[in-house]
């Protein structure tokens, strides 16, 4: 894709037109309309919305991102800062002469992919279209399937009317590929993501194993929009491997994660929970002034609204996921049912957890086994929020007695044989622990508010 360069301010600008409080969002490409997050008694959940039936939606497994084939190459002169195909060009870190690179991270072939910020129209209600952001026109955005060593580009282009910048969540990457706020892709720009998909160093140098991420998700990162644009479904998942891993699943201690055809295995879902609000329209309400975080009222896994998903009697790895802006999220199973979590955020513990309920708070994560081995053929399990919260601050507390209904599990068939063998002894993943002796400063973080706005130590 050739472009030639646009100022800055003039994206900016069209941004502004469309986000002040004095112009309709309707105005703009989107159609999007400036609504309130809170009803006069401050609950989304006493606003009115568009009308559904849940549960009649299968949930959807995003498809993976693709090898790509770039038109020039990554840190050639065609793909250079300023170029007219790759105006932000890549990395300074991509240069194998760069003090920061290492050997290493050149052991494996480069891997290369393509992404564009795409406007669309998403249905979170059937038949009900909101006029949303997505990577490459999908939310979640395609998965990004890697393994720890294998570097990849992601050759990322933005035609929006608002500047961008991808973060890839829980990897450890160089500064200028880690999607900081101002390091922006501008409207009608591209820019080289480039990523070692390396692990942390111990003090001897060595690689820390231990580090190594499993469940990660990308997001967009702008500078005064990101809540904005992930609300508006600038939002995927990626999913890691290393040797620890892949011998985990080779010796059927947890599912494939690769189905034949290379897209998402059946057993191994990632799921991602949003709280959603809409317009009766069906246009996603945003006020730009709240500053107390972000409510919705329409409770989705993977896009849709209340989905359903039938699951055989057997074990299934769910990675959850909380990209929600502020809603906290206290997971349990219908029947009150055990689960196994093993990982938690971008890593996998070092054994397995057995838990009844599971905190997500936005951008966390959760690996975890659920067996539905035990349960009948034809039964109905349902995935539940116990977490009441009416305010964006903060929740109110646990409320059993009001639970939300987030997936309906659909129990089909009889017992599955050669089931994966993981239980709560099974040793996952060996751990480096920090000892006291290499801690070397002490910092406090008072976090607070003042003239209406987060603050930390004031």
Not at 73 to 94: D, K, R
Not at 237 to 243: E, G, R, Y
Not at 353 to 360: A, E, F, G, S
Request: with cysteine; hydrophobic share 35%.
């Amino acid at each position: 894709m050739s472009t030639k360069s646009k100022p800055a301010d003039a994206s900016r600008r069209r941004f502004l037109k469309k986000s002040t409080v004095g112009t309709a969002l309707a105005a703009g490409a989107l159609n999007l309309k400036l609504g309130s997050s809170k009803s006069e008694a401050g609950d989304v959940t006493k606003l009115p919305t568009p009308a559904f039936t849940p549960f009649v939606q299968k949930l959807p497994v995003p498809p993976r991102l693709r090898d790509a084939v770039l038109g020039c190459a990554p840190g050639s002169p065609e793909a250079s800062l300023g170029s007219l195909e790759v105006f932000h060009g890549i990395a300074p870190e991509f240069d194998p002469a760069h003090p920061s690179h290492h050997p290493d991270w050149d052991r494996m072939p480069l891997r290369c992919y393509e992404m564009t910020y795409r406007e669309c129209v998403h249905q979170y209600i059937p038949g009900l279209d909101t006029p949303s952001f997505a990577y490459d026109g999908i939310f979640p955005g395609p998965t990004i399937r890697a393994r720890l060593g294998e570097p990849m580009v992601i050759r990322v282009h933005n035609p929006l009317d608002v500047e961008a910048s991808l973060h890839h969540h829980g990897a450890h990457s160089p500064a200028h590929s880690d999607g900081h706020p101002c390091f922006y892709t501008l409207h009608g720009e591209t820019r080289d993501y480039y990523y070692p998909n390396c692990v942390p160093r111990n003090a001897d140098g060595s690689e820390d194993w231990s580090e190594s991420p499993s469940t990660l998700w990308y997001h967009d990162h702008g500078n005064d929009v990101t809540a904005h644009n992930v609300a508006h479904g600038l939002a995927g998942f990626s999913i890691f491997t290393d040797p620890f891993e892949e011998d985990l699943i080779a010796k059927n201690i947890l599912p494939q994660i690769d189905g034949p055809d290379g897209e998402q295995a059946p057993y191994d879902v990632p799921v991602a929970l949003t709280d959603q609000l809409l317009n009766l329209d069906g246009t996603i309400s945003w006020d730009p002034l709240d500053h107390d975080g972000r409510l919705g009222n329409l409770y989705c896994a993977n896009g849709v609204v209340q989905p359903f998903m039938n699951v055989e009697r057997r074990k299934y790895r769910f990675r959850f996921l909380c990209a929600s802006l502020a809603r906290i999220y206290e997971l349990r199973l219908s029947n009150n049912a055990s689960m196994l979590q093993i990982g938690n955020d971008s890593w996998l513990l070092p054994k397995g957890v057995t838990v009844t309920r599971i905190t997500l708070v936005p951008g966390k994560r959760a690996d975890v086994i659920i067996d539905f081995s035990k349960a009948a053929a034809g039964s109905e399990i349902y995935l539940e929020n116990i977490m009441e919260q009416t305010d964006g601050r903060k929740p109110k507390g646990i409320n059993t007695r009001n639970p939300i209904r987030l997936i309906k599990f659909n129990v089909i068939g009889g017992a599955v044989r050669n089931d994966i063998t993981i239980n709560a002894n099974t040793p996952l993943r060996p751990h480096h622990e920090i000892p006291e002796s290499e801690i070397v400063a002490t910092r406090d973080f008072k976090l607070g508010r003042s003239n209406g706005a987060w603050v930390i130590n004031g």
